[in-house]
């Protein structure tokens, strides 16, 4: 059972351009959506997450968009850099859960 | 910055053997978790860790996996019995003081079974 599904599996972009990811979740009891970014060798880390109780979250040129009645999520990396070349993994989780539900992730690459 | 540690950064083994997989957890976290990821497929629950003892596992995590906290600051994970199928790299993870919330995680082991 894929409880989030993460698209497109890869993507390619200028630099200076938008990259844009999405999920899709099934589970209504979700209620806590980080994304995680992954450089070759290491762990996830920790980008940025969000609630459903707001459908956007910015934190630099990062953007996190919520809808709820679709039970989609999506992240946007506006000017996208060199330095952002990485895996981007989804997730999702109840918030009194202790298991995050990753989706499959999505390799960017961005073209100097 | 505060950051999991975790020992080996590769473990070979041939199959059937135990392995013990090592972390040393953030100081000051109370929640701590494996997870781990087969190449080039998603990062998958194992288990998580709350005031000594397991408060969530997955279907992964059968008898063949255990963990520990010997000493208040390693956290391991054991497998008894590896097999082909548990080669992964293998992730340790520690939150403060919310349950999954702002995982903090380490490079990573990775096991690879003959």
């Known amino acids: 059972q894929q409880q989030v599904k993460q698209s497109p599996q890869s993507l390619i972009v200028q630099k200076g351009g938008i990259s844009i990811i999405n999920c899709a979740y099934e589970?209504?009891?979700?209620?806590?959506f980080p994304w995680y970014q992954q450089f070759p060798g290491k762990g996830p880390a920790l980008l940025i997450a969000?609630?459903?109780?707001?459908s956007e979250k910015k934190e630099g040129r990062f953007t996190i968009s919520f809808n709820k009645s679709a039970k989609q999520f999506s992240l946007h990396i506006m000017d996208s850099q060199p330095g952002d070349s990485a895996t981007y993994f989804c997730?999702?989780?109840?918030?009194?859960?202790?298991?995050?539900?990753f989706g499959a992730g999505t390799t960017v690459t961005v073209r100097a | 910055e505060p950051e999991v540690t975790q020992t080996p950064s590769h473990q070979v083994t041939q199959m059937g053997q135990e392995v013990i997989l090592r972390c040393v957890p953030i100081?000051?976290?109370?929640?701590f978790y494996w997870y781990r990821q087969i190449l080039g497929q998603k990062v998958e629950f194992l288990v998580s860790?709350?005031?000594?003892?397991?408060?969530?596992k997955s279907e992964i995590f059968d008898d063949q996996f255990s963990v520990e906290r010997p000493d208040g600051s390693n956290f391991t994970l054991k497998i008894r019995s590896t097999k082909l199928e548990d080669s992964a790299m293998y992730f340790c993870?520690?939150?403060?003081?919310?349950?999954?919330?702002?995982?903090?995680f380490g490079s990573g082991t990775q096991l690879s079974v003959l």
């Open positions: 969000i609630r459903p109780d707001v």
């Open positions: 100081s000051n976290h109370l929640y």
């Open positions: 993870a520690s939150s403060g003081t919310h349950r999954n919330e702002k995982l903090f």
């Open positions: 589970n209504t009891a979700f209620d806590y």
């Open positions: 860790f709350y005031n000594n003892e397991i408060s969530e």
């Open positions: 997730a999702a989780s109840p918030t009194n859960d202790y298991k995050l539900s």
